[in-house]
């Protein structure tokens, strides 16, 4: 059952091998009004995104049919790294080198904050990398991700559609807590439409509040080895 | 006193996260947790905390089993138990719970049985201590409710003043 054309409504496939951080990633998403799936393994993953094995970019066939080799629309992937059998990386690879799936935006989390690794999957594709636990302050950044990822959709499939309506809001300020930075202004504001075949161009959102100590991976702005 | 236990009460919730948090016991994902549970989801901190507990026990008799085995060579296998524990506990805020397991992962990365060992009881030490204090914040809670609850009877059908 597609979402069809509900362009105020997007919705997350959340895979980590942790029922935890299944529930928490869930939650969060939840709370920003997304529509949210989560699966325990990216094998699980790719069947729900309707993966085939032959699905690459590079084959002769054209790949540019109208259909959707997708069951159900995806309109972001956020991956856990560390997890078996298919990492987070891998799956990652095997999105961006499916022809149909390829435009979706993907995510990847990890506990650990290891400069290469997270280099790699910026390299491969990746949107933002976030580092464990994940707050309300990462998942407010995954709006312009998903907002470009159904331009360009809406861009390739045929007819134009009415832009977007007014973006929901994310979530009502919690009360009295005084850790909870607010929430990020860009959310209310339409995106500007960017190039859309850069995928990296500098999400210069106003980064990470001064309160948090790690580091905020997203572009190119990596530290090196 | 029916009005004011569920203040007192609250003041006590209060007072022992303040507690929890000066110890370093829970950090500030802790909060985060508390942040989203509201109507839609009003249950979500006792039900993830729960689901730590479940796992947390499989995980620490998974661990003891691996080191009461004499013929234990596997740290590879502890390694992996540790990280997914680790894991869990950083998802709730449990800090110190987490801190031992970074220690005992050390011990374990340097095949260091009796570290791991010594790592080994301690993080059940903490582990129990958590548990036993969450349990009590769930049960200063749920006393809370009850008390907010009679404190705001339905008013169609007023009581009869006793």
Redesign the interface.
């Known amino acids: 059952m597609g979402m069809a054309a509900s362009d105020s409504q997007f919705h997350v496939l959340a895979v980590d091998d ?4 299944r ?2 990633i869930e ?2 998403l ?2 920003s009004s997304y529509i949210v799936t989560t699966v325990d393994s990216g094998s699980k993953a790719l069947e729900f995104l309707g993966w085939h094995e032959d699905d690459r970019r590079n084959t002769d066939e054209t790949s540019v049919s109208p259909q959707n080799h997708q069951e159900v629309e995806v309109n972001l992937v956020i991956t856990d790294y ?1 997890m078996p059998e298919m990492t987070g990386y891998d799956l990652l690879k095997k999105i961006k080198e499916s022809s149909s799936l390829r435009n979706i935006p993907v995510v990847i989390m990890s ?1 650990e904050n290891v400069p290469s690794r997270i280099n790699r999957c910026l390299e491969e594709g990746a949107e933002e990398f976030f580092l ?2 994940v ?2 302050s990462d998942v407010n950044k995954l709006k312009p991700h998903l907002m470009k990822g159904k331009k360009q959709e809406i861009h390739e499939s045929t007819p134009p559609q009415s832009p977007p309506s007014q973006l929901p809001t994310p979530q009502s300020s ?1 009360p009295q ?1 005084q ?2 930075q607010p929430p990020q202004p860009q959310e209310q504001q339409q995106q500007p439409s960017q190039s859309s075949n850069n995928k990296r161009k500098g999400m210069d959102e106003g980064l990470s509040s001064p309160d948090r100590t790690r580091p905020r991976y997203n572009g190119l702005t990596m530290v090196s080895n | 006193m029916l009005g004011f236990g569920a203040e007192r009460l609250r003041a006590d919730m209060n007072r022992l996260l303040a507690l929890l948090f000066h110890q370093g016991v829970l950090d500030e994902q802790f909060l985060q947790l508390q942040q989203l549970q509201d109507e839609s989801s009003p249950n979500f901190v006792s039900e993830v905390v729960n689901i730590y507990f479940h796992e947390s026990e499989k995980l620490l008799r998974n661990l003891r089993g691996l080191l009461l085995d004499r013929e234990f060579s596997d740290y590879n296998k502890m390694g992996i138990h540790l990280n997914q524990f680790m894991g869990s506990s950083s998802s709730i805020g449990a800090n110190r719970v987490r801190n031992v397991c970074v220690a005992f992962r050390a011990a374990s990365e340097q095949s260091n049985r009796p570290g791991c060992f010594r790592a080994l009881e301690l993080l059940e030490y903490e582990y129990c201590y958590l548990k036993n204090k969450l349990h009590e914040l769930f049960q200063i809670e749920q006393q809370r409710i009850l008390a907010a609850a009679v404190r705001y009877p339905p008013v169609q059908h007023p009581l009869n003043n006793p």
Request: charged fraction near 30%; hydrophobic fraction near 30%.
């Open positions: 942790s029922l935890i951080d529930k928490l939650r969060l939840k709370t560390c506990s464990k636990p707050r309300l919690p807590s850790l909870q």
